[in-house]
T-cell receptor, first 112, second 114 residues
Framework: GENVEQHPSTLSVQEGDSAVIKCTYSDSASNYFPWYKQELGKGPQLIIDIRSNVGEKKDQRIAVTLNKTAKHFSLHITETQPEDSAVYFCAAPQTGANNLFFGTGTRLTVIP | NAGVTQTPKFRILKIGQSMTLQCTQDMNHNYMYWYRQDPGMGLKLIYYSVGAGITDKGEVPNGYNVSRSTTEDFPLRLELAAPSQTSVYFC?????????????FGPGTRLLVL
């Protein structure tokens, strides 16, 4: 099945700085890459996703970039705010199946 | 529109006991999923369903059973609880499958097996 690796496992930034989280995947046929945010005590919630026909997608302060050749994609958060503090998961689907394979998560802490 | 709801929120089980984790969605989604989340390990798929009456195994199905008698409900059954099943369990749903559409997660059930 798909293998998704995520780095770093923890990340601390000052409020207003940028944060970048990176993921690599193994299945070259994968074509959908979502990012989920999990706040304390809650279930994950989709914040942005990208499909393989585009290289970058933005939504206000968050963006995702995709490099299909290198098989990696990244989440970029600019002008970080304390409410961005959470655990972020990347994911990729297994070709021909209904599974989503998740990375191991990045705990982001934004220091006021 | 409540989305995905799960009960209970927290449960302590003794080794060998059984229990059912409940999951209900009101979005008329075809696909439903059960994940477990262990510290530092991300989410692992236990079972999923593509519609009423149809279920299939995910990555880590051993020790669990599921059923899907209606579109709305997808209960997860633990028959003989073991300490290795201590985890946080999330139910999710999506309209389409293939892992290519937004999955909506419930708030989770925290299970402790002692």
């Amino acid at each position: 099945g798909e293998n998704v690796e995520q780095h770093p496992s923890t990340l601390s930034v000052q409020e207003g700085d940028s944060a970048v989280i990176k993921c690599t995947y193994s299945d070259s046929a994968s074509n959908y890459f979502p990012w989920y945010k999990q706040e304390l005590g809650k279930g994950p919630q989709l914040i942005i996703d990208i499909r393989s026909n585009v290289g970058e997608k933005k939504d206000q302060r968050i963006a995702v970039t995709l490099n299909k050749t290198a098989k990696h994609f990244s989440l970029h958060i600019t002008e970080t705010q304390p409410e961005d503090s959470a655990v972020y998961f990347c994911a990729a689907p297994q070709t021909g199946a209904n599974n989503l394979f998740f990375g191991t998560g990045t705990r982001l802490t934004v220091i006021p | 529109n409540a989305g995905v709801t799960q009960t209970p929120k927290f449960r302590i089980l003794k080794i060998g006991q059984s229990m059912t984790l409940q999951c209900t969605q009101d979005m008329n989604h075809n696909y439903m999923y059960w994940y477990r989340q262990d510290p530092g390990m991300g989410l692992k798929l236990i079972y999923y369903s593509v519609g009423a009456g149809i279920t299939d195994k995910g990555e880590v199905p051993n020790g669990y059973n599921v059923s899907r008698s209606t579109t709305e409900d997808f209960p997860l059954r633990l028959e003989l609880a073991a300490p290795s099943q201590t985890s946080v369990y999330f139910c999710a749903s999506s309209y389409y499958g293939g892992g290519k559409e937004t999955q909506y997660f419930g708030p989770g059930t925290r299970l402790l097996v002692l």
